[in-house]
């Protein structure tokens, strides 16, 4: 896999936890919006193009920041 397309993982509130492998080079927009319970993410240095923003896929984890 090369890239995530834009809102592949839209509200999957099941997420946890994110490991994007190695092979990815572009993360689409809004590809983990709303993913609720996401607490960490792992974006390896692959990654040239990415459309996400912080605050729309972890909530959870910006109220446990104070962000």
């Known amino acids: 896999?090369?890239?995530i397309a834009d809102k592949?993982?839209?509200?999957?509130?099941n997420l946890q936890s994110i490991i994007i492998a190695n092979s990815v080079t572009k993360i689409g927009h809004e590809a983990f919006r709303n993913c609720k319970s996401v607490m960490t993410i792992h974006i390896p240095p692959s990654i040239k193009d990415i459309a996400m923003d912080h605050e729309t896929i972890m909530p959870k984890m910006n109220e446990r920041l104070n962000i």
């Open 1 to 3: 896999v090369e890239i």
């Open 8 to 13: 592949t993982f839209n509200e999957c509130n």
